[in-house]
């Protein structure tokens, strides 16, 4: 089942704020990967994280891996109307290689 | 160029009509999956396939079959569907060798049954 749970489930901010989701699991994650969904289309890959504490970045996009591996965020800096969309996580089952989603953040941009 | 491609893209059925989402993928993935997606659920998983032969349920699986008899391959049947089947269905496949590849989605199906 769904090992990762993400929050929060919706967030309207007004184009120029900052936006932040996260993603937290109660066991040890080998690694993450993050996904955005774009109105109307369907998820498309944007990051994956491996290491305890790592820090990535794509242009205003900021990803991070907790030290623990438990847990991940994505922050968005000033965000723009194209960052519309719902960001989910991702992870590896407890199982094997099945690939569990959270619930997705929904992002709503307003000019 | 690299894609999962699902079909049909929208269908409109009646309660108890067998019908069959196509997905097909080029990039010779083991791994494929599929996935409906509701409002305020995410994307939960209803079965997936590690390889040819190889199938193993979701989260909601109930109400759904799948078969894996080509590794291209890898449809969605739902032998009488229900309403509470109407939903948006995504079929995905990744390379799963080291359980680090990125996933590729199909472009969706959205069902509506009545």
């Known amino acids: 089942g769904q090992q990762v749970m993400q929050i929060p489930q919706y967030q309207h901010v007004q184009e120029g704020e900052d936006f932040t989701t996260y993603c937290n699991s109660s066991t040890t994650l080998s690694n993450i990967q993050w996904y955005k969904q774009r109105p109307g289309g369907h998820p498309v890959f944007l990051i994956q994280?491996?290491?305890?504490?790592e820090v990535k970045k794509q242009k205003r996009l900021t990803f991070q891996f907790g030290e623990a591996k438990k847990n991940s965020s994505l922050h968005i800096t000033a965000t723009q109307t194209t960052d519309v969309g719902t960001y989910f996580c991702a992870a590896n089952s407890n199982s094997g290689y099945a690939l569990n989603f959270g619930k997705g953040t929904s992002l709503l941009v307003t000019p | 160029e690299a894609q999962v491609t699902q079909n049909p893209r929208y269908l409109i059925t009646v309660t108890g009509k067998k019908l069959t989402v196509t997905c097909s993928q080029n990039?010779?993935?083991?791994?494929m999956s599929w996935y409906r997606q509701d409002p305020g659920l995410g994307l939960r998983q209803i079965y997936y396939s590690m390889n040819v032969e190889v199938t193993d349920k979701g989260d909601v699986p109930e109400g759904y079959k799948v078969s894996r008899k080509e590794k291209r391959n890898f449809p969605l049947i739902l032998e009488s569907p229900s309403p509470n089947q109407t939903s948006l269905y995504f079929c995905a496949s990744r390379d799963s060798r080291t359980g680090m590849g990125r996933a590729f989605f199909g472009q969706g199906t959205r069902l509506t049954v009545v």
């Open positions: 990039m010779n993935h083991e791994y």
């Open positions: 994280l491996v290491k305890s504490g």
